[in-house]
């Protein structure tokens, strides 16, 4: 960070204490999550043990549920009032933008089938993008990489110097 123009005169070693946390530090993030937390508990909502990001409540027979990634958040109700109560709630706390129904998340596809009810994940786009990362869009596929039961041990890391060089270009 550097001091605001008009300042530098007053000298280089001073700190700034800022009065509003900064978006991508962390520090904001920290902020971010716990202002978001005391929102939704505000609202009724519990958030999950196993995972902070995740926030559910049940009002009746209605269930909803959010997950954050970011400031990214989706959620899922069993109800249409439920949606729409939990998009007004945290819109009155938050400028929202309703991106619609929700086709892709975190590198994952969802389809809805909305006759059944059944929702379906895909991560054919996510695996195809990982595997042109690690240059290896042309590799052939196998059901699994390696025998089933396989141990590995540290013991089977690289050790020589020729077995470190044959290594250095695979990220893995």
């Given amino acids: 960070m550097e001091q605001p123009k008009g300042f530098e005169k007053v000298g280089d070693n001073h700190v700034w204490k800022l009065h509003k946390t900064l978006y991508g530090t962390m520090q904001g993030v920290h902020d971010w999550a716990e ?4 929102i939704f508990e505000g ?16 009002y009746g027979d209605e269930f909803t549920l959010t997950s954050t990634w970011t400031d990214d958040v989706l959620g899922a109700s069993s109800t249409i009032e439920g949606k729409n109560l939990a998009k007004s709630q945290l819109g009155a706390s938050y400028e ?23 929702i379906f994940l895909f991560q ?5 993008h990982m595997l042109r990362c690690f240059s290896m869009e042309n590799c052939s596929p196998k059901s699994t990489p390696l025998s089933p039961g396989l141990l590995l041990m540290t013991e089977d890391c690289p050790n020589t110097l020729e077995e470190v060089d044959e290594m250095k270009d695979i990220p893995y």
Wanted: hydrophobic residues 25%; positive net charge; aromatic residues 6%.
């Fill in 35 to 38: 202002n978001l937390d005391k």
């Fill in 43 to 58: 609202h009724g909502y519990y958030r999950s043990r196993a995972d902070p990001q995740i926030h559910s409540r049940v």
């Fill in 124 to 128: 054919r786009s996510y695996c195809e």
């Fill in 96 to 118: 929202i933008k309703d991106l619609g129904e929700a086709k892709l998340i975190l590198g994952m596809c969802i389809h809805r089938d909305h006759i059944t009810g059944d």
